[in-house]
């Protein structure tokens, strides 16, 4: 008789514990005996471990799928609650990922509008040194909306603001981006501590280069990180209501004397 691969065998006893407890203690010695015969039998025997480890797979999840149910069916109260809870979870989720989107693309108002007019002018024919004031807000401190002036090599040529008393020059790609296709909305951080809602839009005429116009995201992630503990707290919330109540109900439920 030809005996299994003892490193094979050993390691099949041991994937049996996939299994349920109750099913494996039952049946293990009955399965390895089978596993033997078939071994014997076996007409391609380098299919057949393979094969043999994918119907195990196969089957122990099909029991826990059904030891599951089973469970479910003993305890539909716990059981609806889990599925409300997901339900829930999943909504609140997407709600807040929804919310958290709208809120990071409303930063970039009104700098899209601001950033159009600039990128006409200037293409028009004026000069950037002449329509952007005089005036820079620091980037550091201020909430104020801003625009840069870059030549089409990158080098800041009119600014409304700065930072460290220099105008900050974002990354090469980014006008690479821009002067391919036309415009680009990112998330600047010239320095730690320091992000932007920025938008580079490229501009032609007489004075080619990129408009980028930003404002800082402080206000905006200090939302974001408001949505971000709502939410959780709601979340919390709402799994201790349902727990309670889920406990409340399989209580009462127990505790229902059984009509005649």
Known sequence: ????????????????????ARLRVRYQNQILQTLCDAHAEARRPLLFWPSLFLDLLQSSVKEHLLMTRDRAVRRPIL????????????MGGAAAVTMQQMLRRGANHPQ?????????????????????????????????PF????????DPIASTASLDS??????????????????DM???????????????RHVSGPNPGFVLTGRSLLLVEEQEDLLRRGTFITWFVLMGLLALGALFL???ESHRPLSA
């Open 112 to 144: 899209i509008e601001m950033g159009r007019r600039y990128a006409h002018a200037i293409a028009a024919g004026a000069r950037p040194q002449d329509l952007f004031p005089a005036e820079r807000i620091d980037l550091r401190g201020s909430l104020e």
């Open 166 to 183: 220099a105008v900050p020059v974002p990354p090469s790609g980014i006008f690479d981006y821009a002067r391919k296709y036309q415009l």
């Open 1 to 20: 008789m030809n005996s299994p691969n003892a490193f094979l065998f050993a390691l099949y006893r041991q994937a049996l514990r996939l299994y349920p």
């Open 250 to 252: 399989s209580r009462a």
């Open 186 to 200: 990112v998330t600047w951080q010239p320095q730690p501590g320091v992000r932007m809602a920025a938008v580079l």
């Open 147 to 154: 625009a840069i002036f870059y030549s089409e090599s990158g």
């Open 79 to 90: 059981f609806h609650a889990l599925t409300l809870g997901l339900v829930l979870t999943l």
